[in-house]
């Protein structure tokens, strides 16, 4: 079934607002009740370097990004010797003829060149991309108005005269076009419906605001650091402080210091940031302090890769500080996904008085779709946190039977104990200064750790391990966090060619639900691991965590995300040859 859908590309270089005209192009798909899926491909590099915003939309949901496109809108010549190929047949190049060139191997695969004359069409240089904008409009038989309501509101505080020329820019492009050249005729089906057009960095911003989180105290890095962008001006309007820090180690000291006197606390950053926290992360584990801290993944080892994308990180997250200490790790898999599992986030930090971990990665933190509506009113449940002691000889690590100790807030009447960093008793008193007590240590490890008993149960019960899409499949893709959407893409496009084919995918890492993720798995005729790093991490931890050997992988760690139509033709591959035993569900046990 072929689907109406229009695929861009805009490139240029750092500096050119290239993210700027992708951003008020989704906008304008939205606004047009269309879906909308868009990645943009940039350096760490503040001017120049190669930027690519690739973008979909259609009428139904979009899940990756284009590799092909109906319209290449090239702000550089680089971007046109880089990308004409990829303009389908039938498609153009909208380009500033002032200064670039296509030349005829530029358009061997049957695109038109469409050359705007941006000196005659508008008052100022910087002014292309508002052309090229407005020519796109006419080619795409979107409504001008939609482009016009996107300028005004994008220039709205700035000059009358800006926005009106502006204004007038676009209209100029829209005009050109309409003389010169024929409409894509792609035919897409537009309607009033409205969406949010959003991030998934937005919607962890979001999540966060939701659940009542008062503090976020971070040191910018990319790909958490636009958390921060989004949280500094709409964080202290909503009650919270956001505090920008001088190191990552200051910010997740301040993230369990907050958590410590009984305030909803959060940060975020990326794996190198991270390491630089996890001692921190441990002492939130001997506290038994709740916090959450935000891991946007990135190509690493060291510094890495900046501005690329990769799911390396698992073990840095399960292996985070020394020692055994209960801790919940999450993997969001979707915007949607990512503002929920955020604000759950600190009903599980408080209710069992520990480090919530988010695993996220730079795809899913910072490419922008379509979402319905959220609901802002999320559940909040702060757990063993009392607010007055009557009795006599407060414990604050009492051991309990589920592990989770009666929580004072620091200055509530008659609950005076230590918080040490040490091994230390029930009321907190640390035990090895003079000398070690073997008994106390084992029963506080044990109580600790009780809770991740109980937190299993829960986490079974809010996230259900379970099978999305035919019940008998043929084969089943498995995967996590940001490969949600590939999978359902891959899944939708095997079923259409008469392949029965469900997907599997993990939300919570820590603690792993294991009897659950190999009842389901064991009864899987075959698996086809799906990944963003090297050595699948994933397909170890389960076979860690269950025995299951998940031989068939597809594995990308070049920093750039999975591409839907090489991604399924390695898929084909895998399918067109005999499953190994190991593969073949209970076998693999």
């Not at 399924?568 to 040859?577: A, D």
């Amino acid at each position: 079934m072929k689907r109406r859908t229009i695929s861009v590309w805009v490139g240029g270089a750092a500096g050119d607002g290239i993210a700027s005209v992708g951003e008020s192009l989704a906008k304008i798909f939205s606004r047009n009740g269309l879906q909308v899926y868009a990645y943009n491909s940039y350096q760490s590099v503040i001017r120049g370097g190669h930027v690519w915003w690739q973008m979909r939309a259609g009428s139904e949901k979009v899940y990756t990004q284009p590799e092909n496109c109906h319209l290449l809108i090239a702000l550089n010549q680089d971007t046109i010797d880089q990308h004409a190929l990829g303009v389908e047949k039938g498609g153009g190049i909208l380009f500033n003829s002032d200064r670039m060139q296509v030349r005829p191997e530029h358009l061997a695969n049957g695109a038109q060149s469409c050359g705007l004359p941006i000196s005659k069409l508008a008052k100022l240089p910087i002014m292309q991309n508002t052309v090229a904008t407005g020519a796109f409009m006419f080619m795409t038989d979107l409504p001008l108005e939609s482009l016009e309501k996107a300028l005004q509101e994008r220039f709205g505080k700035k000059k009358p005269e800006i926005v009106q020329q502006n204004l007038e820019a676009a209209r100029a492009g829209y005009e050109y076009a309409k003389e010169h050249w024929k409409s894509l005729g792609l035919g897409l089906e537009l309607s009033n419906k409205q969406r949010l057009v959003m991030t998934g960095n937005q919607a962890i911003a979001v999540g966060a605001l939701a659940a009542n989180c008062r503090i976020y105290s971070a040191y910018p890095m990319t790909p958490a650091s636009s958390i921060l962008h989004f949280l500094a001006p709409n964080g202290p309007k909503n009650g919270m402080l956001v505090k920008q820090c001088e190191d990552e180690i200051a910010a997740m000291n301040m993230a369990v210091g907050a958590g410590q006197t009984g305030v909803r606390s959060m940060t975020g950053t990326s794996g190198g940031g991270f390491s630089l926290m996890t001692e921190a992360v441990g002492l939130a584990g001997m506290l038994e302090t709740p916090v959450v801290v935000v891991n946007v993944q990135r190509g690493g080892p060291s510094t890495g890769l900046p501005t690329k994308t990769e799911q390396g990180d698992l073990f840095q997250a399960l292996g985070a500080s020394q020692g055994e200490y209960p801790r919940i790790i999450l993997a969001p898999t979707t915007i949607e996904d990512a503002f929920y599992v955020t604000a759950e986030a600190f009903n599980l930090a408080d209710k069992y008085q520990c480090p919530v971990l988010l695993l996220s990665d730079l795809l899913l933190s910072e490419h922008t779709e379509t979402v319905d509506k959220l609901d802002l009113n999320v559940r909040i449940d702060r757990g063993e946190l009392i607010t007055e002691w009557n009795g006599n000889g407060y414990k604050r690590y009492q051991n309990t039977a589920t592990g989770v100790s009666p929580r004072a807030i620091p200055g509530t009447r008659g609950t005076l104990h230590v918080a040490a960093s040490d091994e230390h008793n029930e009321k907190g008193e640390v035990i090895s200064d003079v000398f070690t007590d073997p008994p106390t240590r084992k029963m506080m490890v044990e109580k600790r750790m009780r809770k991740m008993t109980h937190a299993r149960q829960d986490l079974a019960q809010l996230y259900p391990p379970k099978l999305e899409g035919s019940p008998n499949a043929e084969v089943t893709l498995v995967g996590w966090g940001s490969t949600d959407n590939l999978l359902r893409a891959l899944a939708r496009r095997l079923e259409e060619e008469g392949t029965r084919t469900n997907i599997f995918l993990i939300k919570v890492v820590a603690p792993f639900l294991s009897d659950e993720v190999a009842a389901v798995l064991s009864r899987c005729k075959r698996l086809v691991m799906i990944e963003n790093n090297f050595t699948s991490q994933m397909s170890r931890l389960i076979r860690m965590e269950t025995g299951i050997h998940i031989k068939d992988q597809i594995l990308k760690y070049d920093g750039e995300p999975f591409a839907a139509g090489e991604t399924y033709t390695q898929l084909k591959k895998i399918l067109s040859k005999a499953p190994t035993p190991a593969t073949a569900g209970a076998g693999a046990r």
